[in-house]
């Protein structure tokens, strides 16, 4: 990608609620993508559970609490679970940019999204550029 060594990525699975806290004051991210489910007031982390559990519930007031605290600001969330574009709004309350599911997504299409719209944003293309280009090739 045109812009590779601009791009660092920090994989973070079975987060809770004080390592997102970590993960935004230490790391620093300008993104957070979020890959998992929602419901109409959490979103539902991987607990690591290999018997399909729930997950881990982390409220959304909460998350966005957490997104909006630190000195270092995101620029973008993208929300990559089914129908999480109606938080949208909540989200845009504490960051410029956020990206989600009208919809049911299925897996093969959430990693087919991510990929395309992260190479695009690597490519050098601009957000709304990278989203268009991932829901072509969803």
Request: proline content about 4%; overall charge negative; glycine content about 8%.
């Amino acid at each position: 990608a045109l812009h590779r060594d601009l791009i660092e990525i920090e994989h973070a699975p079975d987060v809770t609620a004080e390592d997102l806290l970590d993960q935004l004051t230490s790391f620093q991210p300008h993104v957070i993508h979020f890959s998992g489910h929602v419901t109409a007031n959490v979103l539902v982390f991987d607990d690591g559970s290999v018997k399909g559990g729930i997950g881990r519930e982390i409220p959304i007031a909460t998350i966005m609490r957490a997104v909006s605290a630190p000195d270092q600001k995101l620029s973008l969330v993208v929300l990559n679970a089914c129908e999480s574009a109606t938080h949208l709004e909540t989200f845009l309350g504490g960051v410029p940019m956020a990206i989600g599911m009208a919809a049911a997504v299925g897996d093969a299409d959430a990693i087919t999204f991510a990929t395309r719209f992260y190479r695009s944003l690597c490519d050098g293309q601009s957000v709304e550029s990278a989203l268009a280009v991932a829901r072509v090739d969803m």
